[in-house]
């Protein structure tokens, strides 16, 4: 048994594009949905300055460097590279991100670049969408592109951010609810998509390796009883297992392939799907954890909503099949999300028996209300705490034979929260805007950039 992480462990931070970058229409960037998208709360704020990391990246990456990480996670807007999802290059996007990169090489540190985070190009849902099958094929001139303009420097590649979580909290990531029927064919295209950025990768990145990146949160069952057995059964194979055993094994997941049939969902395959679906496989898995997720089966006429008092379980309902249900034993962060550190490493010694590839976390984090002192100071001890208690868990899935090999928090720095603003704030460094003054977004180094400054060090 160790008390240190390996020599080579991935130490890192991860943000994405829309919730960070800004310059929404700058240098001939199209609209994504992130942009578009209807919004149930004005009084936050959005995403067209967001945190100006668009324009402050080199400053971003130089605090991040002195934190000392080895890689960061980040992804690239598809509407700044294909302003209309497909055809004309939009070059000073291209050029962009090359600068990126650049900066993070010079600083040793490794980018790790997720394809797509949430922000689908405007005129592809206009036409449709992940609905429509021509999307897939514009994926995948997306993705060439990337990998020809950068596979030069950029070995490790992340596919399309949480599909799973994009599709099962539709309401909260996309503003809109996706009929069932429609969001299961929604979830063939995105899988397929995936397939062709595995398969582009290896064939375009000399040394190329290229992982998918869910969110995967065990499901326990409330009791012990048969029946709630059986809700967790099938909600973990529908928020889970069916996203990664498409990805690895190139096939769907018996569980959910009976959901489907219970529900009477018809998905239309391609012709040659079946073939790249077995033979475009990752090289590892990214995950993205935040905490574990309890279900019971619903009775026939019961209260849906009975038994839930946290945020997470308030999206999970489906008649005949399982409901939340808030865990008496975890605790709970000021947001109403329950903390499971040992779900963390229960989760990851899950996932590698079933898949036994390498293992990246690419998001964990806590949400909270920091605050500036007057003498420009963040003391987010809860933070400290949380991360202390998951990362200490990764180290104990380590020893317990797990191949994990890096673990890059949510997030690097503030970034706006798709549904509650700046006011959540996750990063390592503070950024200096309300939701409704943007201010010079000033940036300071919080009490947790310094303990993970010496975590990373001391390992």
Known sequence: MTERFPKDFLWGASISAHQTEGAYATDGKGLSVQDTR???????????????????????????????????RFS????????NGRGTINQQGLDHYSDVIDELLKYDIQPYITLSHFDLPQALEDEGGWTNRETVTAFKEYAETLFTAYGDRVTHWLTINEPNIMLLVDRKILGKEIPLQEKYQQFHHLMMAEK?????????????????????????PATSKPE??????????????AYLDFA????????FKDYLQQNQIAVTFAP?????????????VAMNFYTTVTVEQPTTTGDMKNGISDQQSEDIMERGFYKGFTNTYLKKNAFNWTIDPLGLKTT??????????????????????????????????????????????????INA???????????AIDLISVHEGIKKRYGFIYVDRTDDDEKAQKRYRKDSFYWYQTLIKEG
């Open 272 to 284: 040659e799907d079946e073939v790249l679906m077995k033979t475009a496989l990752p090289d590892f």
């Open 348 to 397: 990851l010694q899950t996932l590698y028996d079933r898949y036994h590839l390498p293992i990246i976390i690419t998001e964990n984090g806590l949400g909270a209300e920091d605050q500036l002192t007057g003498d420009e100071k963040i003391h987010d001890d809860y933070r400290i705490d949380y991360l202390a208690q998951h990362t200490a868990q990764c180290l104990a899935a």
């Open 196 to 220: 062709h950025a595995f398969d582009r990768c290896h064939a375009l990145v000399p040394g190329g390796k290229i992982g998918p990146v869910p969110n995967i949160s065990l499901v326990y």
């Open 76 to 83: 690239i807007a598809w509407t700044r590279i294909f302003p």
């Open 228 to 241: 709630d057995n059986q809700a967790a059964l099938y909600f973990n194979s529908v928020r889970n297992w």
């Open 38 to 72: 209807p919004r149930d709360n004005h009084e936050i704020a959005d995403f067209t300055v967001a945190v100006d990391h668009y324009h402050h990246y080199k400053g971003d990456i130089a605090l991040l460097a002195e934190m000392g990480i080895k890689i960061f």
């Open 248 to 255: 690895c094994f190139g096939r769907y997941n018996a569980v």
């Open 401 to 411: 034979g797990v191949e994990l090999i890096g673990y890059s928090p949510w997030s």
